[in-house]
């Protein structure tokens, strides 16, 4: 596997990221991100293009981030008020960007974007540093179904309108938890293709990774809506805690 570039990401779809996340309940957890700060200063890690952030500095709360790619950070920079969000450039396993946060943020599956189960490790306990005593780690992630693969393989429609296409192609490694990714999106200047790798986990491994950063899981949801989450969900917003505080 290829030594693991943190920007690679965002240069090959900052330009267009906003509209690939359209579709997302964004205004739902934004709500929800809310009511945990409590008021708090907010750190989001792969802050992207602020599509989280800008709605949660609006609401009043002081907000910041890290992300690894440049490409992204210039995206938010260009929107009204992206450019008073203070953003660390880095690899958010390892960067500081302050302390005493009320929250830490890592949304969409993006934990998977790590390389490893090292790093995952690291960036929980990168998490826990950055909160203040009481202060909560939120992570929203998928959960792994490795039997909707046949072969280790599996081609699916993501999006389909008349002005565009979205497929995936997607290669399973189990014996590393990882999934090689390449996005196929077709519109009428042609196609474009957008590789991503995950390295997966389940629920009960994030949750271990806190236990090691000295984090205690407080809620586990199917959804940013507070969904109870099942044997069924496939997909959680889990939050996690450090013990202290009022």
């Known amino acids: 596997m290829a030594e693991f570039d943190?920007?690679?990401?965002?240069?090959?779809?900052?330009?267009?990221?906003?509209?690939?996340?359209?579709?997302?309940?964004?205004?739902?957890?934004?709500?929800?991100?809310?009511?945990?700060?409590?008021?708090?200063?907010?750190?989001?890690?792969?802050?992207?293009?602020g599509r989280l952030a800008l709605p949660l500095a609006e609401r009043g709360l002081a907000v910041a981030g890290v992300d690894g790619s440049p490409?992204?950070?210039?995206?938010?920079?260009?929107?009204?008020?992206?450019?008073?969000?203070?953003?660390?450039?880095?690899?958010?396993?390892?960067?500081?960007?302050?302390?005493a946060f009320a929250l830490?943020?890592?949304a969409f599956n993006t934990v998977f974007a790590l390389p490893s189960q090292d790093a995952q490790v690291r960036c929980f306990a990168n998490a826990a540093a950055h909160l203040r005593p009481g202060g909560r780690f939120v992570v929203e992630?998928?959960?792994?179904?490795?039997?909707?693969?046949?072969?280790?393989?599996?081609?699916?429609?993501?999006?389909?309108?008349?002005?565009?296409?979205?497929a995936e192609a997607a290669l399973l490694a189990p014996a590393e938890q990882m999934m090689y990714t390449t996005k196929i999106r077709l519109t009428g200047e042609g196609p474009r293709l957008l590789p991503a790798n995950h390295r997966y986990a389940w629920p009960a491994e994030l949750d271990l990774m806190g236990r090691l950063a000295g984090l205690e899981r407080e809620h586990r949801w199917a959804d940013w809506a507070g969904t109870p989450f099942t044997d069924d969900s496939r997909a959680h917003v889990s939050v996690y805690r450090l013990p202290g505080g009022a």
Do not use: N, Q
Not at 7 to 32: F, K, N
Not at 141 to 151: L, N, Q, T
Not at 155 to 161: G, M, P
């Open 6 to 49: 943190a920007s690679s990401y965002g240069r090959h779809i900052a330009d267009i990221y906003d509209e690939t996340v359209r579709g997302l309940p964004t205004d739902t957890a934004v709500a929800c991100l809310a009511r945990l700060a409590e008021g708090g200063p907010v750190l989001e890690f792969g802050i992207g293009t």
């Open 71 to 99: 490409d992204m950070v210039a995206a938010l920079r260009a929107k009204p008020g992206g450019d008073r969000v203070p953003v660390t450039v880095g690899d958010f396993a390892e960067v500081r960007a302050g302390e």
């Open 104 to 106: 830490v943020v890592l």
């Open 141 to 166: 992630a998928w959960v792994p179904d490795p039997g909707a693969f046949r072969d280790r393989a599996a081609l699916r429609l993501l999006a389909l309108s008349e002005d565009v296409v979205t």
